[in-house]
C-alpha cells in the first residue's frame, strides 16, 4: 500500500508544473494535501515577491508528544526547467519522466515521503514527536525562498532536508557559494582602418582568465567560468566583456584567497591593455556549513538506520541546500538522500523502492527520537 500512495502522490504533483518564481499552484495543492492530513498550515502566497515568485514558503505543524524533542522536516516546491505538465512511467520499480522535460523529483518525491509519514503517523498511532515542515520557494535558483523564511515560527532546534541524490547518505557538511563577475571595458574602434586604436575586451577577458585558476583549486574548493558576453560586431573592436564565474569551497577562508588572487588578476589585466578597466563584483549565495558528526541529532539518525540494517553514511555535499541557510540562521541542519538520480536533466529518475526506503527511515526515527 505504502508503494502505491507514494507513487500516486508524487504522480499528481509532477502533472503541476512548478517552476522557480511559479509555485502557488503546486504549493495550494501541496497545502489542501498537508490540511487533509491533520496539519495545520500558515502560507501567504505575497512572501515570495521580494524574489519574484507568485508564490510564499509554506509552513505547516503537525501535533505530537510535547514531551519528545520537535523535529523540523525540510524541502523545496520549485524545479529547475524545462518542466511540463507530465504522466511518469513507473517501469520494474523506476520512475521516469518523458525524455525531454526534467521529472521533478527533486524536490517532489521528498514532499510526497512526507505526506506518507504524517498519513503512517495518524493511521498507525505511533508515538512522535511534534512535527514541523518547511517547504521552501525558489531553491534552485540560490536558495532564495529559505533565505527569505522566517524560522522563528518554528521550535524545532533541529532540521532534516529531503535533497541529495543517493541512497542512506547524511550530508552533515556542504560548501559556500560566491558569484563572481568581471566587467571589462576597453575602448571601441573600427577593425580595419582604426583596430590599433582600440583596445579590445574579449581580448582582455581572455588574458585575465589565463591568470585565473580554474576547475579543482584544490581538494576543497572549485572555480568554474560559465559566462562569457561581449562584443557587437566583428567589424567593430569590443568595448565590453563580462565574465561570469563561480566560487565554492568547504571552507570560507579558500574562497576569500580565490577572490584575492582574481583581483590581484584583474589588475595585472588592465596593466597589460592600457586603457583597459575591470570592476570585479562578488556576490555571496551562500555560507559553507560543517556540523559535528557526533552531534545527538547525526547519532540518533545513525541509529535508526542500524536499527533497520541500513548503515547511514556521512557524508560532505559539493553542492547547496536549504540547510545552508538553515544553519547559517542556527538551526542544526543535515541533508538526506532520498534516491533522485540525473537531477537537472531530462534522464531524472527515482526507484519507487528508495522513496519507500527512506520514508521507512523516517518512520524509525520519529519513533525512537526522545
Known amino acids: 500500500m505504502i508503494r502505491e500512495r507514494l507513487f500516486q502522490d508524487f504522480r499528481e504533483m509532477v502533472k503541476i508544473p512548478s517552476p522557480s518564481g511559479h509555485e502557488n499552484m503546486i504549493n495550494t495543492h501541496i497545502i489542501h494535501r498537508l490540511e487533509a492530513l491533520g496539519a495545520r498550515v500558515e502560507y501567504d502566497p505575497g512572501e515570495g515577491g521580494p524574489i519574484g515568485s507568485d508564490g ?3 509552513y505547516a505543524f503537525f501535533s505530537g508528544d510535547p514531551a519528545r524533542k520537535t523535529i523540523l522536516l525540510s524541502a523545496h516546491t520549485d524545479t529547475v526547467t524545462p518542466t511540463v505538465s507530465l504522466e511518469p512511467g513507473l517501469s520494474e520499480g523506476k520512475i521516469t519522466g518523458d525524455g525531454t522535460h526534467i521529472l521533478g523529483a527533486d524536490d517532489k518525491a521528498a514532499i510526497a515521503v512526507i505526506f506518507e509519514l504524517l498519513r503512517a503517523a495518524r493511521e498507525e ?50 560548501v559556500g557559494a560566491r558569484d563572481i563577475i568581471f566587467d571589462i571595458t576597453g575602448k571601441a574602434s573600427h577593425a580595419g582602418w582604426a583596430i590599433d586604436e582600440g583596445v579590445n575586451a574579449i581580448l582582455g577577458a581572455a588574458s585575465l582568465i589565463r591568470k585565473m585558476k580554474t576547475g579543482t583549486v584544490d581538494e576543497e574548493s572549485v572555480f568554474n567560468i560559465g559566462l562569457i558576453e561581449g562584443g557587437e560586431a566583428v567589424n567593430i573592436v569590443p568595448e565590453r566583456t563580462r565574465i561570469r564565474g563561480e566560487i565554492r569551497s568547504f571552507r570560507e577562508g579558500k574562497m576569500d584567497v580565490i577572490v584575492r588572487k582574481a583581483l590581484e588578476a584583474a589588475k595585472e589585466t588592465e596593466k597589460e591593455f592600457p586603457g583597459m578597466a575591470i570592476d570585479v563584483t562578488v556576490k555571496e549565495k551562500y555560507k559553507p556549513y560543517q556540523n559535528d558528526p557526533k552531534s545527538p541529532l547525526i547519532i540518533a539518525l545513525q541509529n535508526a538506520g542500524n536499527s533497520l540494517g541500513r548503515p547511514q553514511s556521512l557524508v560532505r555535499c559539493k553542492g547547496g541546500s536549504d540547510a545552508n541557510i538553515f544553519n547559517y540562521k542556527g538551526l542544526e541542519s543535515v541533508v538526506l538522500s532520498i534516491g533522485m538520480e540525473d537531477v537537472h536533466s531530462s534522464k531524472e529518475y527515482i526507484y519507487l523502492d528508495d522513496m519507500v526506503r527512506l520514508t521507512e527511515f523516517l518512520i524509525v526515527f520519529l519513533k525512537e527520537r526522545k
Open 56 to 58: 510564499g514558503n509554506i
Open 125 to 174: 498511532g505511533f508515538a512522535h514527536p511534534p512535527i514541523e515542515i518547511a517547504l521552501s520557494i525558489s531553491e534552485e535558483t540560490g536558495l532564495l525562498g529559505a533565505s527569505l523564511m522566517d524560522i522563528t515560527r518554528f521550535s524545532s532546534k533541529e532540521a532534516l532536508v529531503l535533497d541529495m541524490s543517493g541512497t542512506e547518505k547524511i550530508g552533515y557538511a556542504a
